[in-house]
T-cell receptor, first 111, second 118 residues
Framework: GQQLNQSPQSMFIQEGEDVSMNCTSS?????WLWYKQDPGEGPVLLIA?????ELTSNGRLTAQFGTTRKDSFLNISASIPSDVGIYFC???????????FGAGTRLTVKP | NAGVMQNPRHLVRRRGQEARLRCSPV?????VYWYRQLPEEGLKFMVY????????ESGMPKERFSAEFPKEGPSILRIQQVVRGDSAAYFC????????????????FGPGTRLTVL
């Protein structure tokens, strides 16, 4: 099946710094999504991208759907302590069930 | 404005017992998906259901696991004769369905059921 490579695996940053993480795939996806998961909770959708080249923002978060349709990145600007958590990328093919998740980026923000 | 509901949130079973995990989708959503997450890993697709139909169960083990989404009531993921390796977090997601607009396909997740097999 399609494999997603998400990097970095973990990040330790100072409050106020910007963060960047990305996902790459060997195959094309039709949709890219970014989720955040807090300990003991389910993933919460942050941003959904539906078109190659699309750049979308949600507050301090910005994500882009790569033009090759094989990659996506997520940026967080001016990080704050509540940004701590695990960020997952997910790519979806043409079928609802054809969704693959990256292994996650664990973000720690030091005050 | 209820999201996806899952219960129980935590479930402890002894080897050989049965585990039943329930999922109520967002109101108006007719598509349900089950995923499994092991510690330090991403989510792995198990099964995709619409009301009264299993659409894709390619991610579900052939033995001991089954899922249903009846006309009335929640979706159920059932694990018979649990083994220690079944210990994981099981997440349910729902979407409105497949439509012309891709946004209707977006999956929203529940809080998960954490299964521990002793």
């Amino acid at each position: 099946g399609q494999q997603l490579n998400q990097s970095p695996q973990s990040m330790f940053i100072q409050e106020g710094e910007d963060v960047s993480m990305n996902c790459t795939s060997s195959s094309i996806f039709n949709t890219w999504l970014w989720y955040k998961q807090d300990p003991g909770e389910g993933p919460v959708l942050l941003i959904a991208l539906y078109k190659a080249g699309e750049l979308t923002s949600n507050g301090r978060l910005t994500a882009q759907f790569g033009t090759t349709r094989k990659d996506s990145f997520l940026n967080i600007s001016a990080s704050i302590p509540s940004d701590v958590g695990i960020y997952f990328c997910a790519g979806r093919g043409y079928n609802n069930n054809d969704m693959r998740f990256g292994a996650g980026t664990r973000l720690t923000v030091k005050p | 404005n209820a999201g996806v509901m899952q219960n129980p949130r935590h479930l402890v079973r002894r080897r050989g017992q049965e585990a039943r995990l329930r999922c109520s989708p967002v109101k108006g959503h007719s598509h349900v998906y089950w995923y499994r997450q092991l510690p330090e890993e991403g989510l792995k697709f198990m099964v995709y259901l619409q009301k009264e139909n299993i659409i894709d169960e390619s991610g579900m083990p052939k033995e001991r696991f089954s899922a249903e989404f009846p006309k009335e009531g929640p979706s159920i993921l059932r694990i018979q004769q649990v083994v220690r390796g079944d210990s994981a977090a099981y997440f349910c997601a729902s979407s409105r369905g497949t439509g012309f607009y891709k946004s209707t396909d977006t999956q929203y997740f529940g809080p998960g059921t954490r299964l521990t097999v002793l």
